[in-house]
């Protein structure tokens, strides 16, 4: 496996497996899969303009995605919101997620960012146990963080310092 920052000219790849996340978990991304689907190359462009955005390969299949936005206020720039984590079903277990994560995190860490802070659906067990396994802690819950078709779902909030081990 290989994992690579994307950029501009990448976003082709970006826009698949973005795509693919919000087929495969509609209630774990803020982002609407049918709203985003005909964005023309120039918003895909963009989006990897603001953001830092790294993606896992097999040879050369994109198989997953992770990314991070960091804050812009002089007195939170220490600050980051980990984003848009995902990896292909078909290629989850085998460390794919925690590699994207620690290569965000890397380069955060190289960009000055000091806190990571996320968002995950309370109910989403799985990747709720995931990152504290990767050190995050719950540090609050957000209720009706989303409306979906079926009513409201719950966000919890965590938070890793980066600059301790």
Same mark, same amino acid.
């Given at each position: 496996?290989?994992?690579?920052?994307?950029?501009?000219? &990448?976003?082709?790849?970006?826009?698949?497996?973005?795509?693919a996340s919000l087929? &495969?978990?509609?209630d774990n991304f803020a982002q609407d899969h049918d709203a985003i689907a005909d964005d023309p190359p120039d918003t895909?462009?963009?989006a990897l303009k603001q953001r830092v955005t790294y993606a896992a390969f097999d040879d050369s299949t994109p198989i997953g995605l992770?990314? /991070?936005?960091?804050? &812009?206020?002089?007195r939170m720039s220490h600050r980051a919101h980990?984003?848009?984590?995902?990896?292909?079903p078909a290629w989850r277990g085998a460390g794919r997620a925690e590699a994207l994560v620690r290569a965000v995190e890397e380069a955060?860490?190289? &960009? @000055?960012?000091l806190q990571f802070e996320l968002e995950v659906n309370a109910e989403n067990?799985?990747?709720?146990?995931?990152?504290?396994?990767? @050190? /995050?802690?719950?540090?609050?819950?957000?209720?009706?963080?989303?409306?979906?078709?079926?009513?409201f779902l719950d966000d919890f909030l965590m938070v890793r310092a980066l600059d301790r081990t």
């Open positions: 496996m290989i994992v690579r920052r994307l950029a501009p000219d &990448d976003w082709p790849t970006f826009k698949t497996l973005r795509l087929r &495969d978990a509609p895909w462009q963009a992770a990314a /991070y936005i960091a804050d &812009d206020p002089s980990l984003i848009n984590v995902w990896v292909d955060a860490r190289s &960009d @000055g960012i067990a799985r990747a709720v146990a995931f990152y504290h396994r990767l @050190g /995050y802690q719950t540090v609050g819950r957000i209720p009706r963080a989303f409306r979906t078709p079926t009513g």
